[in-house]
């Protein structure tokens, strides 16, 4: 079990109470959704960082994915992209590389003080050579490193098993496996015909991450591709595998996210995600997207942005960061800083959806009276991106109002009516 269970078993941890406070939540409560496993907090004790809590009662929190590929392998833009990620609002990140000195930035970037979570299996084909190569020794000794290193979370596909590919193989889909690390296993079980070992040795795994004290956020390996896919078997049946690892988490004591649903219509977010909730005991749900439409190739972001905050409405706990490169191209650093504003946007709107819109209004009220006072100073303070909506108002230069209107602004326009309706009445006692 989890050191931080154990201590939940005995009582409210010292430690969890300034972190209730920040997510607006009791810490009694926070205790109790952690000892049920509907939160998580992933913290590596080798890995000193602020403390995110995931799941239900917490603000949704936002991740950024980054990393080297072979086209581009460059560790200090990594690291720049990394730390404008966490100005903008990302609460974690994930390093997804797969070319250069993996281990080297992997430190790098658990220095910048966020929880970091990494996919193992990335590391263990490049050093086999291919995905058919990875024995299980050496997939078990890259998580084992990795845990060494600090990283507090994993995406670990171990619902890509023989009864996933077989549902793949019986219900085909038009875009196959978009899954790095699935196709990695399906590839490795093809050839050699055996099962992913992440699935069949899912007992010494977690002996593994109870060691460390590491989040298992289990992955999403056959998740549709395109919407078109959306109803094909491979997801369902990956559902379920998922679940029942989910069960087993939960009995032993590992803390897990579930991650899911890929590409789907927008009118099937919310039964996905309540589906994914029911199956896994409302474990934290971990969502890239999901993507809602497919022909918005430069706009995926805003695509993800959409069918993320539906899915927060029903449920969804931590959103990771589309760019508007998805699809597209390694993002670059302006990417980066676009699609981690827009998830923040969404994670914001997603608190509202959770928590209420009582609470909504009372995050948002600063910012709508210095907008109806054309308090303009004001309005930079309160909004999201301060700098990048000052930097809109002052394109047309200084203004009392917004260029767009004017002198014919509304809101100008009818402050002046009640302030002479106001004035009215001293005048006639005068």
Not at 22 to 44: H, I
Not at 208 to 216: A, G, N
Request: glycine share 8%; hydrophobic share 40%.
């Amino acid at each position: 079990m989890h050191a931080l269970l154990r201590d939940c078993r005995t009582g409210i941890p010292p430690q969890l109470e300034p972190v209730a406070r920040a997510e607006g939540m009791d810490p009694a409560r926070l205790t109790e959704a952690l000892l049920r496993g509907m939160v998580c907090l992933p913290a590596n004790p080798r890995h000193p960082c602020k403390a995110v809590p995931i799941g239900e009662g917490c603000l949704v929190k936002v991740n950024v994915n980054i990393g080297t590929s072979a086209p581009r392998c460059d560790h200090e833009q990594e690291m720049e992209k990394a730390r404008a990620a966490i100005v903008n609002g990302a609460d974690t990140l994930m390093d997804l590389s797969t070319a250069g000195d993996i281990p080297v930035l992997r430190k790098k970037i658990l220095s910048l003080g966020v929880p970091v979570g990494t996919v193992p299996l990335y590391e263990a084909v490049r050093k086999a050579g291919s995905a058919v190569d990875v024995d299980p020794d050496l997939l078990f000794r890259v998580i084992r490193e990795h845990c060494r290193d600090g990283v507090d979370f994993m995406t670990l596909h171990c619902g890509v098993n023989r009864e996933a590919f077989d549902a793949l193989i019986a219900d085909p889909r038009l875009m196959g496996v978009v899954s790095r690390g699935g196709a990695f296993h399906l590839a490795r079980m093809d050839q050699t015909g055996e099962e992913n070992p992440l699935f069949s040795e899912f007992a010494y795994l977690l002996e593994i991450l109870d060691e460390y004290d590491v989040v298992i956020s289990l992955g999403d390996g056959m998740r549709p591709g395109s919407i078109h896919d959306a109803g094909r078997l491979a997801k369902t049946t990956e559902y379920l595998t998922l679940g029942k690892l989910s069960h087993i988490c939960q009995e032993k004591g590992i803390q897990r996210l579930i991650e899911g649903p890929g590409h789907i219509p927008l009118s099937q977010v919310g039964y996905n995600v309540r589906i994914i909730k029911e199956l896994t005991d409302h474990a934290p749900l971990y969502l890239l997207g999901p993507v809602v439409t497919d022909i918005a190739p430069g706009y995926d972001h805003v695509v993800a942005a959409i069918g993320s905050t539906i899915a927060c409405m029903h449920g969804a706990d931590f959103l990771c960061m589309v760019s508007p490169s998805e699809h597209l191209a390694l993002p670059q650093l302006e990417d980066i800083v676009e699609g981690t504003r827009i998830t923040r946007i969404a994670a914001h709107i997603g608190d509202g959806a959770r928590k209420g819109v009582s609470w909504q209004e009372e995050k948002e009220l600063p910012l709508v009276l210095a907008r109806k006072d054309l308090d303009w100073e004001g309005q930079f303070r309160q909004a999201l991106f301060g700098e990048h909506a000052r930097s809109i108002h002052e394109r047309d230069g200084a203004t009392d109002t917004c260029s767009m209107c004017g002198d014919l602004c509304a809101l100008k326009l009818v402050k002046d009516i009640f302030k002479r309706k106001r004035d009215e009445p001293e005048k006639k006692q005068q």
